[in-house]
T-cell receptor, first 114, second 112 residues
């Protein structure tokens, strides 16, 4: 069964600190993996996208890694800011589907305190 | 910021009412999607469309219906709302040949 599991479910950190969010997936055949940021009451916004051959991708203070062999990804946030408070969702695409089927994790709810 | 819009953003209605959630995009995308998301849970695909006059049901069974008469417009209708329909509904679109989906801001529906 194609699944995406994220951990931790929630995380509280102090402003300025770093953190790492985890994503494990069983989706096959794999096409790509995205990390989305979803602010409360808003739609998800893409942060990074990685294909099978990529093992790291950065977007400002966000750095995503991918290990396609172990089917694991992480999102590292450096020097956190209050505006980083949001849900971070791992999304894996199945290349076997003409629809471009996406499998969503439940997200990690990150809270950054001043 | 993606050019995809949803209205209303918030809706509180009584049981039995008919409602339509609007979604429109100005990017000319062929594919459009409706997702349902409960707090702390993953997004579930309830409807999608490959293009005009194409509509399909998604993975999660839903009593809602959709239509795609124009490329830019993909409304979702509930004929008779019930408290179990209370949820956030997210619309998304993507270009033909890619699976990058752009999401609207969502509609938070509460049925009393």
């Amino acid at each position: 069964k194609n699944q995406v599991e994220q951990s931790p479910q929630s995380l509280i950190i102090l402003e300025g600190k770093n953190c790492t969010l985890q994503c494990n997936y069983t989706v096959s055949p794999f096409s790509n993996l995205r990390w989305y940021k979803q602010d409360t009451g808003r739609g998800p916004v893409s942060l990074t996208i990685m294909t099978f051959s990529e093992n790291t991708k950065s977007n400002g203070r966000y750095t995503a890694t991918l290990d396609a062999d172990t089917k694991q990804s992480s999102l590292h946030i450096t020097a956190s800011q209050l505006s980083d408070s949001a849900s971070y969702i791992c999304v894996v695409s199945d290349r076997g589907s003409t629809l471009g089927r996406l499998y969503f994790g439940r997200g990690t709810q990150l809270t950054v305190w001043p | 910021e993606a050019d995809i819009y949803q209205t209303p953003r918030y809706l509180v209605i009584g049981t039995g009412k008919k409602i339509t959630l609007e979604c429109s995009q100005t990017m000319g995308h062929d594919k459009m999607y409706w997702y349902q998301q409960d707090p702390g849970m993953e997004l579930h695909l309830i409807h999608y469309s490959y293009g005009v006059n194409s509509t399909e049901k998604g993975d999660l069974s839903s009593e809602s219906t959709v239509s795609r008469i124009r490329t830019e417009h993909f409304p979702l209708t509930l004929e008779s709302a019930r408290p179990s329909h209370t949820s956030q509904y997210l619309c998304a679109s993507s270009e033909k040949g890619t699976d990058t989906q752009y999401f609207g801001p969502g509609t938070r529906l509460t049925v009393l």
